[in-house]
C-alpha cells in the first residue's frame, strides 16, 4: 500500500529527483557558492555578462533575468546585452551572432533549440565566452570544454511533486487527462515522465484514460481543445494534468465553458493566473514550482567560478516547491523573492 500523498511529499522534501541531459547526477545549487575572496576576485575583473533567452515574456523568464542581474550586480559583472528570440531558433542565432560582436565573458542562455542553435553556440565557446545553459544543452557541446554547466529546476521532482498534489485532491482515485508537450524539449519531458511515472506506480486506483500533446505557439488555446476533447468524451473524467502554467490556463477555461468547476487541475510553475485559481481554490488543485529567481543566481555564480578558473559540476538542480491553496502567498514570495501581486492577494480566502 502506497503512503499518502502527503506523506509522499514530505519524504522528498529539498531532494533532487532528476538527471541533466547527459545522465549526469545533479548537484545542489550549493557547490556554486563563492568566497568573499572568489567575489573580490571576479569584481576585480570587470567582466561583462549577455542573457541570451528563449524567450522573455512570462513570470518564469523574467524571474531568471532578475534573480542574474541580481547576482552579476554584486559580483561586478556588467550585464551588456539581455535579448528575447521569442521561440525562433533563427532569432537567437542572430542574437548570439549580434551579441559577440560585444565580446561578452559570459553568456548565459536557455537554447530555444538543441540541434539548430548548436553552431552558433560552439563558436562562441570558441571565441572565448563562458557559457551557462538553462534547462537544455545544445547537441554536440561538452560540460567543462564548450560550456561550464547547465542549471535548471528538478524538473522530473516538479512532475512528481503534481502528481502527489493531483492524487491527493481525487482521493487517490479517478479517471485523469494528460496535456503534455509534444516537442523534443528536455525538461518538459522530464515533467511528463515524473507526473505519469508515479501515478502509474502509486496510485493504482487512478486511471490516464487519454494523453494529448501540444505544439504551440498557442499553448492555451491548443490545451482548451485538447481539454474540450476530454471532457466531451469522458463524462467521468475527474483531473486533467498540464505540462506548465499556460497550458493549464486553457484547460481552466475548458472546464468553465463546459461547466466542470470540479474537475482537479495540476499543473508545474507558478504563473499569476494559476496563482490566482490556487488563491480562489478554484480548479487548480497544486502545483510543483520551480524556483526561477534562485536558478539565475547560481547560473551567475557558476559562471563567475568559471571565470576564476574553476570546473564547476555539468548539472545543478534546485529542488521543486509544492504549492497548494494554503501556501501559495508564501511560495510565491519563495519563487520571485517578492510579494504576490495585489490580485493573487485579493484572491486569498482562508
Not at 53 to 74: C, P, T, V
Not at 174 to 181: R, S
Request: aromatic share 6%; proline share 5%.
Amino acid at each position: 500500500m502506497s503512503a499518502s500523498a502527503d506523506e509522499a511529499l514530505a519524504k522528498i522534501k529539498g531532494q533532487v529527483l532528476s538527471k541533466g541531459p547527459g545522465g549526469e547526477e545533479p548537484s545542489p545549487a550549493s557547490v556554486a557558492d563563492l568566497t568573499d575572496e572568489e567575489v573580490a576576485q571576479v569584481k576585480e575583473m570587470g567582466a561583462t555578462a549577455a542573457i541570451v533567452m528563449h524567450y522573455g515574456g512570462n513570470d518564469w523568464a523574467n524571474a531568471q533575468i532578475a534573480g542574474l542581474k541580481s547576482e552579476f550586480e554584486r559580483l561586478g559583472v556588467e550585464v551588456i546585452a539581455t535579448t528575447d528570440a521569442n521561440f525562433k531558433p533563427d532569432k537567437q542565432v542572430s542574437d548570439l551572432e549580434t551579441v559577440m560582436t560585444r565580446d561578452p565573458d559570459v553568456i548565459v542562455s536557455i537554447p530555444t533549440d538543441p540541434v539548430a542553435t548548436a553552431s552558433a553556440y560552439k563558436e562562441a565557446a570558441e571565441a572565448g565566452a563562458k557559457l551557462v545553459f538553462m534547462d537544455n544543452v545544445p547537441q554536440g557541446l561538452t560540460a567543462g570544454k564548450d560550456y561550464v554547466s547547465v542549471v535548471s529546476a528538478d524538473n522530473f521532482g516538479n512532475g512528481v511533486v503534481s502528481a502527489h498534489l493531483m492524487a491527493k485532491a481525487l482521493g487517490g482515485k479517478g479517471k485523469i487527462g494528460m496535456i503534455f508537450h509534444e516537442a523534443d524539449f528536455f525538461v518538459t519531458q522530464q515533467r511528463y515522465q515524473g507526473f505519469k511515472d508515479t501515478i502509474e506506480a502509486e496510485y493504482p486506483d487512478i486511471e490516464i484514460v487519454e494523453e494529448k500533446g501540444i505544439a504551440g505557439p498557442d499553448f492555451a488555446g491548443d490545451a482548451q481543445g485538447a481539454a474540450n476533447a476530454m471532457l466531451s468524451k469522458y463524462a467521468d473524467l475527474s483531473g486533467i494534468w498540464a505540462v506548465w502554467d499556460v497550458p493549464a490556463e486553457g484547460v481552466m477555461a475548458a472546464a468553465r465553458a463546459a461547466g466542470r468547476t470540479d474537475l482537479k487541475i495540476a499543473t508545474e510553475d507558478l504563473g499569476k493566473n494559476v496563482a490566482i485559481a490556487l488563491a480562489k481554490n478554484q480548479l487548480i488543485v497544486g502545483l510543483g514550482a520551480q524556483v526561477p529567481f534562485d536558478q539565475g543566481v547560481t547560473e551567475a555564480r557558476l559562471a563567475a567560478q568559471a571565470l576564476l578558473g574553476k570546473t564547476p559540476p555539468p548539472y545543478v538542480a534546485l529542488s521543486a516547491v509544492p504549492v497548494e491553496h494554503d501556501n501559495v502567498l508564501e511560495a510565491w514570495e519563495q519563487v520571485y523573492h517578492e510579494d504576490a501581486p495585489e490580485d493573487v492577494k485579493d484572491s486569498f480566502k482562508k
